[in-house]
């Protein structure tokens, strides 16, 4: 499975949205794009996932870039509770396993 | 109230004995998945099961031994041979094939051996 990079921490005010970015340069055709979300001493959440259309659903939208290189999840309008660590995965059609990196701490400030 | 259940949410244990952890689902899905999350760390995969009593090995699965008796159960039995035990474990389930099927998680256990 590809690589991700993702910034260690992101700020967001209360409200606005949250872009959180993700890099995955080293991608194939056959590899889809997932976000998961952890709230501390939780389990992780699945938010959503893509192959190469933009995808939206009832908590967040997921843009993928033409090249398939990167992309940017998009929460609309935070709240308190968004605050997590957000983790973008790439996975192969029929993998078994999901690779978690460090992902990204979101912290919404009120 | 479909979803993945996990027991207990915290378990103690000494040194050198055997403990075992429950993971239940009621989503119907063939695939189970054990992983272990350390302080500030990602999830690292443990075992899995893609169907009942079959399973294979993750990327750590020594010192761990699991069973898959019935589609809707898979505990995980950390054994007195894993050195580092005390962590996070996660149990997640999902659909099975060549699907992009999306994993599914419990709330986790959080295990400490002394």
């Known amino acids: 499975d590809a690589k991700t990079t993702q910034p260690p921490s992101m700020d967001c005010a209360e409200g606005r949205a949250a872009n959180l970015p993700c890099n995955h340069s080293?991608?194939?055709?056959?590899?889809?794009v997932y976000w998961y979300r952890q709230i501390h001493s939780q389990g992780p959440q699945y938010i959503i996932h893509?192959?190469?259309n933009n995808e939206t659903n009832e908590m967040a939208s997921l843009i993928i870039t033409e090249d398939r290189k990167s992309s940017t999840l998009i929460l609309p309008h935070a709240t308190l509770r968004d605050t997590a660590v957000y983790y973008c995965?790439?996975?192969?059609?029929?993998?078994?396993?999901?690779?978690f990196g460090q992902g990204t701490r979101l912290t919404i400030n009120p | 109230d479909g979803g993945i259940t996990q027991s207990p949410k915290y378990l103690f244990r000494k040194e050198g004995q055997n403990v075992t952890l429950s993971c239940e689902q009621n989503?119907?899905?063939?695939?189970m998945y054990w992983y272990r999350q350390d302080p500030g760390q990602g999830l690292r995969l443990i075992y899995y099961?893609?169907?009942?009593?079959?399973?294979q090995k993750g990327d750590i699965a020594e010192g761990y031994s699991v069973s898959r008796e019935k589609k809707e159960s898979f505990p995980l039995t950390v054994t007195s041979a894993q050195k580092n035990p005390t962590a996070f474990y996660l149990c997640?389930?999902?659909?099975?094939?060549?699907?992009?099927?999306?994993?599914?998680f419990g709330p986790g256990t959080r295990l400490t051996v002394t």
């Open positions: 099961s893609q169907i009942v009593n079959d399973f």
């Open positions: 989503l119907n899905h063939d695939a």
């Open positions: 997640a389930s999902s659909f099975s094939g060549t699907g992009p099927y999306e994993q599914y």
């Open positions: 080293t991608i194939s055709g056959n590899e889809y």
């Open positions: 995965i790439v996975r192969h059609q029929g993998a078994q396993k999901l690779v």
């Open positions: 893509g192959l190469k």
